[in-house]
Structure formats: structure tokens, C-alpha cells
């Protein structure tokens, strides 16, 4: 059902003294009156969200002005756009300077705006490209549990100023304070009327057509919000704040206006829409009062740490790579009674003390691989997982993070299995957008879009879900895996890079419920999509070293919002014009030792993906298909398993093949001039058709590895931990149409 979401309430911030002109602010703009639109600071908006926004279940929310007015007739224009709309304004009297942060005034504005009008649910704010302002917005709307709206973000400047004079924004310069603006020429002037010169001065200047960066300041005096009148402006005086002969400075002041009311029916329309609300108190000025000491005392963190454990020992199955700069870190339970949050929250705090004895901590990991055995219990796991990875805990960025539904009890684990990526310093950049926007899917939540550390940008799993309603496209499993693609690319391009180019890998993860046609649909689309991205970048002459990425298909019981398809990249961003990169498939090794008796075979390559940049990162998948496990294992009796996919496979033969990854994982690695101590991660895939336990496997693959080591001398193993992780799935693969991999390998190596 369709839920339209209505705008019932303004909020204001105004300077303590009405006759400050101008204050030193970040978040805040001064020097003039700056109206909201249509829920959106200055001019700036996109009318058809608001009126109806479609599937988006916020219902009611609030228009935030995130500009002050100054001067006396400055505060009744304000006054005048609640009258225009027909809504309630909330005023923040009393503005002062904050001491650490100026945004707990908002805070107090929007807690009591929220607390008059319980039904407000989501703030509106009209952020293009200022991380400065989304993030304390956001930071805001988190702690009074409401959403944040933004629009707007990372939205063409051009379009944007387009599609608002064409929507019949009337809307006046008030402030120029850029090169090519002439506070004679260009003060009260129509932004209708700028547009060409405005893209002009872009061409000649680089500045920006919507005046993001400061380069003017707009009122509003009419817009379809308007449904009650609109402004005329009879009096104005201007300003000049500076007379800098390249960029001058002026504000144009209003001196007198008055409103002329509308009557037209579109206008008598729009009204009855609004909320009874709204109907109870419009045009009506609410002025909030309230101290900085009461705001910090409700704003102290809450300590969000876990309960103690169940005072019972368990016994838990840790691995940890050995790279010294970035290691994976992974436990599940071996006696798992509980239900998943239980098991979660138990291996959320295992986890949590291991990082603590290495001296890390939350705020050190950079990915975080999710998977439960349930995944109609998210929300569930959800709710433990916020009790530890939380914003207090990680100031520089909370992880990235991909969950999945695997068969985790079907081969003997927990309903909860953690693996985290870990990193020695804190050096990371983290993108984290929390507003609803156009742009790519929100993460509400302590977890991020992409962490990049070290050159490769980990990349949250995406779904095909339409940012600005948060709904998975409509279509299958095809139309969700492009909108996956592009919400990947619209993160990507945040970094500077795109997945066309710089993608390492690309794990898909596919639900079981979609067709074996859906799956070869799903493959052609996502080589036509990356082709047509890649040529699309040519042609914008933005071409960075290009990747031919690694693909690894991988067949899951289930996804969040019951999605068919979650597209997990791996991104090389580093600009290094110097460094060489190779990319191959197929390609016949140099001559290695003999091991276990497996020696060099021409066919050996056909089983290996790979992506290697020259001394920094080697990428490896190595898939053992049904067909090749007969070679490997050179025996008879495992045709009747090859042709009866219902037959569990030997313990031998297991451990025959377990034997032969780790052979052929130590070839590829060494002819790159890699190490074991350089794997960052290490997942061996295993169906869970196979029938073999984990507590089979995990033991199976070590002694295959202390075996290695010890024959070929080299230093692989640090204390009785593995160095690797069991998955089970339901199956993998190169190939979306063949996901029956006996066993796949994923490996990912940096050099320290």
C-alpha cells in the first residue's frame, strides 16, 4: 500500500541577538533569511518526494531549516513561510555558542518539536555534498530515534537547479560572495533568471550552480508548498560585507513584505491532504526554550555493552590469518543450546575479548561477515549486533558488513557465525550515509557503505533495493542485481574509482529460490552492466589502471528483506601510476616441488582465478568442480557421487582435495612472490549437500596445512589456530549457472 508521507511541522534556529548579521558557523548559514522550500535549506528541493514519496513508510516528518534569520522582519518572514504552508513553525530561541559542538541545539529543537508532535517521524534536510552537515543530522536523528531525509546528496548540481525552476521555485538571491557575482547586479535577482550565467561562471570558475559552497544564498517567495499565499517583497536595502574587487560580498536585507493569499483549487487541494495535526495548530509559533545543562545530562552515552556471558564455559572454534597488518578473525560455538540471539551475543563477546587481547578494539575492524541460520530472525541478530559495534565504540568509522542466511547447523555450527576483518592501526576512511537520499541505500545503523584501508575498499553486500523508497526493485532477480551493480558504483564513485575498473572481486551471493534461467539471466546482466560502465568511463576520460575482476557465485538459503540477489565487492583504489597490474584467468605456472605426489598438470590452471597488483595484493579463487575432484582424487567410485549429488563425499576423498587446494593455493602464491604470512583472508566454501561436519573439515584442512608446512619448510601455521574459515553454503561457484563447486577456495593477500 501506497504511504504518503506529509510534512507537519518547521523548525527554526535563530541568532540570541536580533541584530547579529552574521555568526562563525559550520552547520549553520547567516546574513539573510534562508527558507526550507519545500523541506529543504535554501532554494534547493525536489517537490514530488515530499507531496508523495511513494513506499517509504516515514508517514509524517518535519521540514528542517538549518538557516538563520536575522534582522526583525528577517524572523516574521520566517514566520510568514508557516503561514504560507499552513504548519506549525518551532523556533529555538536563545542560540548561543556551544562549547565542543553548536548541533546540541538542534538537538534540543528537534527533541522538543518531537515531543509536541509524537507522529513526526524523519527530518528533512537538503545536504548536496557537506559531510560536515549530513553527518550531524544524522548524528541527531539517531539519538531521538528518527530518520534522516536527504534527498538531495550527491545529486547533480545542474539537474537539481533544473528540475526546481522548472517545479515553479520563485526563488531571490539574498547574498553573492563569489567571483562573477555582483552584489549590484546580481542581489534580488530570480534564480530563474541566473541559471545560464550561474553554469556560465561554472565553466569559467568551477563554482557550484546550486551555491553549495557558499557562493550565494537564496529566499524563497513562492513554491508549490506554498498552498496558502506567497511572498512580496516591498522594501529592501543592500549590504556590503566586503568590496574585494574579485569576489565582492553583499546581502540584500528585507526592510518590508506582506503575504497575497492563494486561492486557486490545486492550492484548496493540497490543503486537505494535510494532517489533522497540522490543521490543529497552523500558522502557529512555537518558541522552545531549554538549557545546555538539561541536553547533556539526556544526551550521555548509553552503554550499550552486552550482558555478562551465562556464567557456562563454552567452547568456541576461533581462526586467525597471520598478516601483521590486516588479519580475519573468525569464532562460532561448538555447544551451541541456545537460540541465535544467544549464540550471537556469545560470539559477539568472544570476539570482543580476543580484539581486546591483541590491545584492538571495535573501532579496528574494517569488515564484518555476518552469517545466521535464520534469516527471517534479522532483526533479531540486529538488535544484539547494535549492543556491541556502536558509534562510542568506533570514532573513526563503524564497519562495513555483509549478512547472509548459511547452512550453519545443517554442518554442525552455531546459529551464529562472526568473522572479522581487523586491521593494526586506525588509519581507514569510512563511508557512512545514513539520510534516506537518491543516492545509493542508507545504513541506519553502526554499520557503512565501504571502509577503504590500505588500498582496497571493502564494500558493504548490496541489495537491489531503491534508495529512496528502501524497497528491492521490482522485476526478479535481474532487475535487482543492476540496481545492486549501481548502488555499488554510486558508492564507488564516492572514492573515486568504479566498480568497472578497480573491482578485485565480486562475490554474488544468489537466494535458492530463484530459477537456474533467473541465474544465467543474472550472469549476462552483470557482464553487460560492468561492460557498458567501463565504456561509460572511457568515454568521461576517467579511466584509472583497469581490473578484470573475479567473480564467485555463491547459493544462499537466504537474504536480508528476502532479497534474490547481494552483490559484495572488493575494490584496488590506491592511485599508484607506477604499479603493475595483472589480471588472469588461466595461465600455466613455473615449475614448483612435488607435494602429497601432485605435480604440474596443464589443466591445473582451468581451476584458478586470480587478480594480482604487483608486490601489494594477490586475489585467488580456486574452484574444484564435481569433474575435477575425479581427477584429482583419481578414483573410480567418485563418479557415483558426481552423478548423485545426494551421496556425501568420502572423508578421503575430502581430504585428498583438501590437500591439493592448499598444493595448488602455495603454487599461485609463490609464483607471485607472496607468502602465507601475507593472506589477509582465507575461506574454503563447502556445500552442505557434502554431508561432511565442520567439525570434520576444520581439523581435515589443518593437518593438510601443518603437513605442507612442514614439508615445504615454509612458516605457514602460528600456534594450534587456523589460519582459515569453513563456509557452509548450499552451493558455489565461477558461474552463476554451475554453483556445484565440490570446494572453493577465496584468498586474498597484502603485502605488510
Same mark, same amino acid.
Given at each position: 500500500?501506497?504511504?504518503?508521507?506529509l510534512?507537519?511541522?518547521?523548525?527554526?534556529?535563530?541568532p540570541?541577538?536580533?541584530?547579529? @548579521?552574521e555568526?562563525?558557523?559550520? =552547520?549553520?548559514?547567516?546574513?539573510?533569511?534562508?527558507?526550507v522550500?519545500c523541506?529543504?535549506?535554501?532554494?534547493?528541493t525536489?517537490?514530488?518526494?515530499?507531496?508523495?514519496?511513494?513506499e517509504?513508510?516515514?508517514?509524517?516528518f518535519?521540514?528542517?531549516?538549518l538557516?538563520?534569520?536575522?534582522?526583525a522582519?528577517?524572523?516574521?518572514?520566517?514566520?510568514?513561510?508557516?503561514?504560507? =504552508?499552513g504548519?506549525?513553525l518551532?523556533?529555538?530561541?536563545?542560540?548561543?555558542?556551544?562549547?565542543g559542538d553548536?548541533?546540541?541545539?538542534?538537538y534540543?529543537?528537534?527533541?522538543?518539536?518531537?515531543r509536541?508532535? /509524537?507522529?513526526?517521524?524523519?527530518?528533512s534536510?537538503?545536504?548536496?555534498a557537506?559531510d560536515y552537515?549530513?553527518?550531524r543530522v544524522?548524528?541527531?536523528?539517531?539519538?531521538?530515534?528518527?530518520?534522516?531525509?536527504?534527498?538531495?546528496w550527491?545529486?547533480d548540481?545542474?539537474?537539481?537547479?533544473q528540475?526546481?525552476?522548472?517545479?515553479g521555485i520563485?526563488a531571490v538571491?539574498?547574498?553573492? %560572495?563569489?567571483?562573477g557575482?555582483? !552584489? +549590484?547586479?546580481? $542581489?534580488?535577482?530570480?534564480?530563474?533568471?541566473?541559471?545560464?550565467y550561474l553554469?556560465k $561562471?561554472?565553466e569559467l570558475y568551477?563554482i557550484?550552480?546550486?551555491g553549495e559552497?557558499?557562493?550565494?544564498?537564496?529566499?524563497?517567495?513562492?513554491?508549490p508548498?506554498? &498552498?496558502? %499565499?506567497?511572498?512580496?517583497l516591498?522594501e529592501?536595502q543592500?549590504?556590503?560585507h566586503s568590496s574585494d574587487s &574579485?569576489? /565582492?560580498?553583499?546581502v540584500?536585507?528585507?526592510?518590508?513584505?506582506?503575504?497575497?493569499?492563494?486561492?486557486d483549487?490545486?492550492s484548496?487541494?493540497?490543503q486537505?491532504?494535510i494532517?489533522?495535526?497540522?490543521?490543529?495548530k497552523?500558522?502557529?509559533?512555537?518558541?522552545?526554550h531549554d538549557?545546555?545543562e538539561?541536553c547533556?545530562?539526556?544526551?550521555?552515552?548509553?552503554d550499550?555493552?552486552?550482558?555478562?556471558?551465562?556464567g557456562?564455559?563454552?567452547?568456541?572454534?576461533?581462526?586467525?590469518t597471520n598478516?601483521?597488518?590486516t588479519?580475519?578473525?573468525c569464532?562460532w560455538?561448538?555447544?551451541?543450546?541456545?537460540?541465535?540471539q544467544?549464540?550471537l551475543?556469545i560470539?559477539l563477546?568472544?570476539?570482543?575479548?580476543?580484539?581486546?587481547?591483541f590491545?584492538?578494539g571495535w *573501532?579496528?575492524?574494517?569488515? #564484518?561477515h555476518?552469517?545466521?541460520?535464520?534469516m527471517?530472525?534479522f532483526?533479531?541478530?540486529?538488535e544484539?549486533y547494535v549492543k556491541?559495534?556502536?558509534?562510542?565504540?568506533?570514532?573513526?568509522?563503524v564497519p562495513s558488513r555483509s549478512?547472509?542466511e548459511?547452512p550453519?547447523?545443517?554442518?554442525?555450527l552455531s546459529?551464529a557465525?562472526?568473522?572479522?576483518?581487523?586491521?593494526?592501526n586506525?588509519?581507514?576512511?569510512?563511508?557512512?550515509?545514513?539520510?534516506?537520499?537518491?543516492w %545509493?541505500p542508507?545504513?541506519i545503523?553502526?554499520?557503512?557503505?565501504?571502509?577503504?584501508h590500505?588500498?582496497i575498499?571493502?564494500?558493504?553486500?548490496?541489495?537491489?533495493l531503491?534508495?529512496?523508497? =528502501?524497497n528491492?526493485?521490482n522485476?526478479g532477480p535481474?532487475v535487482?542485481? *543492476?540496481?545492486a $551493480?549501481?548502488?555499488?558504483?554510486?558508492?564507488?564513485?564516492?572514492?573515486?574509482?568504479?566498480?568497472?575498473?578497480? +573491482?578485485?572481486?565480486f562475490? #554474488?551471493?544468489?537466494?535458492?529460490?530463484?530459477s537456474?534461467l533467473e541465474?544465467?539471466?543474472?550472469?549476462?546482466?552483470?557482464e553487460?552492466?560492468?561492460?557498458?560502465m567501463?565504456?561509460?568511463?572511457?568515454?568521461e576520460?576517467s579511466?584509472?589502471?583497469?581490473?578484470?575482476p573475479?567473480?564467485?557465485?555463491?547459493?544462499v538459503?537466504g537474504l536480508?528483506?528476502?532479497a534474490?540477489?547481494?552483490?559484495?565487492?572488493?575494490?584496488y583504489?590506491?592511485?599508484d601510476?607506477?604499479?603493475?597490474?595483472?589480471?588472469?584467468t588461466?595461465r600455466?605456472?613455473?615449475?614448483?616441488?612435488?607435494?602429497?605426489g601432485?605435480?604440474q598438470e596443464?589443466?591445473?590452471d582451468s581451476?584458478?582465478q586470480k587478480?594480482?597488483?604487483?608486490?601489494?595484493?594477490?586475489a585467488i579463487?580456486?574452484?574444484?568442480t564435481?569433474e575435477?575432484?575425479?581427477k584429482?582424487c583419481s578414483?573410480?567410485l567418485?563418479?557415483?557421487?558426481?552423478?548423485?549429488?545426494q551421496?556425501?563425499l568420502?572423508k578421503?576423498?575430502m581430504?585428498?582435495?583438501?590437500?591439493f587446494?592448499?598444493?595448488l593455493?602455495?603454487k599461485?602464491i609463490?609464483d607471485? @612472490?607472496? %607468502?602465507?604470512?601475507?593472506? =589477509?583472508?582465507?575461506?574454503?566454501?563447502?556445500?552442505?549437500?557434502l554431508?561432511?561436519s565442520?567439525?570434520?573439515l576444520y581439523?581435515?584442512?589443518n593437518?593438510a596445512l601443518l603437513?605442507?608446512?612442514?614439508?615445504?619448510?615454509?612458516?605457514?601455521?602460528?600456534g594450534?589456530e587456523?589460519?582459515?574459515?569453513?563456509? !557452509?553454503?548450499i552451493?558455489?561457484g565461477?558461474? +552463476?549457472?554451475?554453483m556445484?563447486?565440490?570446494v572453493?577456495?577465496?584468498?586474498?593477500a597484502?603485502k605488510?
Amino acid at each position: 500500500m501506497k504511504v504518503v508521507a506529509l510534512i507537519v511541522a518547521l523548525a527554526n534556529l535563530m541568532p540570541l541577538d536580533d541584530s547579529v @548579521d552574521e555568526l562563525d558557523s559550520y =552547520m549553520y548559514q547567516t546574513g539573510t533569511v534562508e527558507t526550507v522550500g519545500c523541506g529543504i535549506r535554501k532554494l534547493k528541493t525536489g517537490f514530488s518526494v515530499f507531496m508523495d514519496i511513494g513506499e517509504v513508510e516515514h508517514g509524517e516528518f518535519l521540514a528542517l531549516n538549518l538557516n538563520f534569520g536575522s534582522e526583525a522582519v528577517g524572523h516574521q518572514i520566517i514566520i510568514g513561510y508557516a503561514e504560507c =504552508m499552513g504548519l506549525p513553525l518551532h523556533q529555538e530561541l536563545g542560540y548561543k555558542t556551544t562549547q565542543g559542538d553548536e548541533v546540541e541545539d538542534m538537538y534540543i529543537l528537534l527533541r522538543e518539536v518531537k515531543r509536541q508532535i /509524537p507522529s513526526v517521524t524523519a527530518v528533512s534536510s537538503g545536504a548536496i555534498a557537506s559531510d560536515y552537515q549530513r553527518l550531524r543530522v544524522e548524528s541527531v536523528c539517531s539519538r531521538l530515534g528518527l530518520v534522516s531525509l536527504a534527498y538531495l546528496w550527491k545529486q547533480d548540481q545542474s539537474l537539481l537547479l533544473q528540475e526546481m525552476i522548472a517545479n515553479g521555485i520563485v526563488a531571490v538571491t539574498v547574498k553573492v %560572495a563569489a567571483m562573477g557575482l555582483d !552584489p +549590484a547586479k546580481h $542581489l534580488g535577482k530570480e534564480i530563474a533568471s541566473l541559471n545560464a550565467y550561474l553554469h556560465k $561562471l561554472k565553466e569559467l570558475y568551477g563554482i557550484n550552480v546550486c551555491g553549495e559552497g557558499g557562493e550565494y544564498e537564496t529566499l524563497t517567495l513562492d513554491c508549490p508548498l506554498f &498552498i496558502n %499565499a506567497h511572498i512580496v517583497l516591498d522594501e529592501h536595502q543592500v549590504v556590503m560585507h566586503s568590496s574585494d574587487s &574579485i569576489a /565582492p560580498v553583499g546581502v540584500l536585507h528585507p526592510s518590508a513584505f506582506h503575504l497575497e493569499n492563494k486561492t486557486d483549487d490545486q492550492s484548496l487541494k493540497s490543503q486537505d491532504r494535510i494532517h489533522d495535526i497540522c490543521i490543529q495548530k497552523l500558522g502557529s509559533v512555537v518558541e522552545v526554550h531549554d538549557s545546555l545543562e538539561r541536553c547533556e545530562a539526556m544526551c550521555k552515552p548509553v552503554d550499550y555493552s552486552a550482558d555478562p556471558f551465562d556464567g557456562i564455559e563454552h567452547k568456541f572454534n576461533i581462526s586467525r590469518t597471520n598478516n601483521k597488518s590486516t588479519f580475519s578473525l573468525c569464532c562460532w560455538l561448538q555447544d551451541s543450546y541456545n537460540g541465535l540471539q544467544e549464540d550471537l551475543k556469545i560470539v559477539l563477546g568472544k570476539i570482543e575479548s580476543q580484539l581486546a587481547g591483541f590491545g584492538f578494539g571495535w *573501532e579496528n575492524v574494517l569488515y #564484518i561477515h555476518l552469517y545466521i541460520d535464520d534469516m527471517n530472525k534479522f532483526s533479531v541478530a540486529n538488535e544484539t549486533y547494535v549492543k556491541f559495534i556502536t558509534q562510542e565504540k568506533c570514532p573513526f568509522g563503524v564497519p562495513s558488513r555483509s549478512t547472509v542466511e548459511m547452512p550453519l547447523v545443517e554442518m554442525g555450527l552455531s546459529r551464529a557465525y562472526v568473522e572479522v576483518l581487523v586491521a593494526n592501526n586506525k588509519d581507514k576512511k569510512v563511508l557512512h550515509v545514513q539520510s534516506i537520499s537518491c543516492w %545509493a541505500p542508507s545504513c541506519i545503523g553502526p554499520y557503512s557503505q565501504a571502509t577503504l584501508h590500505e588500498g582496497i575498499l571493502h564494500m558493504a553486500g548490496q541489495l537491489g533495493l531503491d534508495p529512496p523508497t =528502501m524497497n528491492l526493485c521490482n522485476g526478479g532477480p535481474g532487475v535487482e542485481l *543492476e540496481q545492486a $551493480l549501481k548502488n555499488s558504483e554510486a558508492v564507488a564513485k564516492c572514492f573515486n574509482c568504479s566498480i568497472s575498473t578497480s +573491482a578485485i572481486v565480486f562475490v #554474488i551471493y544468489c537466494s535458492k529460490y530463484i530459477s537456474s534461467l533467473e541465474r544465467l539471466d543474472i550472469q549476462k546482466k552483470q557482464e553487460t552492466i560492468l561492460r557498458l560502465m567501463k565504456i561509460s568511463n572511457l568515454q568521461e576520460g576517467s579511466m584509472y589502471k583497469t581490473l578484470e575482476p573475479m567473480f564467485l557465485y555463491v547459493l544462499v538459503p537466504g537474504l536480508p528483506k528476502r532479497a534474490c540477489v547481494e552483490v559484495k565487492p572488493i575494490l584496488y583504489v590506491e592511485d599508484d601510476s607506477d604499479v603493475a597490474i595483472e589480471t588472469i584467468t588461466e595461465r600455466s605456472c613455473s615449475k614448483t616441488s612435488c607435494y602429497w605426489g601432485f605435480k604440474q598438470e596443464s589443466w591445473h590452471d582451468s581451476c584458478v582465478q586470480k587478480c594480482v597488483v604487483s608486490g601489494k595484493i594477490c586475489a585467488i579463487i580456486l574452484s574444484i568442480t564435481s569433474e575435477l575432484a575425479v581427477k584429482i582424487c583419481s578414483d573410480s567410485l567418485l563418479a557415483d557421487y558426481v552423478n548423485n549429488g545426494q551421496h556425501s563425499l568420502p572423508k578421503a576423498h575430502m581430504e585428498k582435495l583438501s590437500k591439493f587446494c592448499i598444493y595448488l593455493l602455495d603454487k599461485v602464491i609463490t609464483d607471485n @612472490d607472496f %607468502a602465507w604470512q601475507d593472506i =589477509m583472508s582465507l575461506r574454503f566454501y563447502i556445500p552442505a549437500s557434502l554431508q561432511l561436519s565442520v567439525e570434520l573439515l576444520y581439523p581435515m584442512f589443518n593437518t593438510a596445512l601443518l603437513e605442507f608446512s612442514e614439508m615445504s619448510q615454509k612458516k605457514i601455521i602460528n600456534g594450534e589456530e587456523p589460519i582459515f574459515n569453513i563456509v !557452509p553454503v548450499i552451493g558455489a561457484g565461477r558461474s +552463476a549457472s554451475s554453483m556445484d563447486d565440490v570446494v572453493t577456495c577465496e584468498l586474498l593477500a597484502r603485502k605488510c
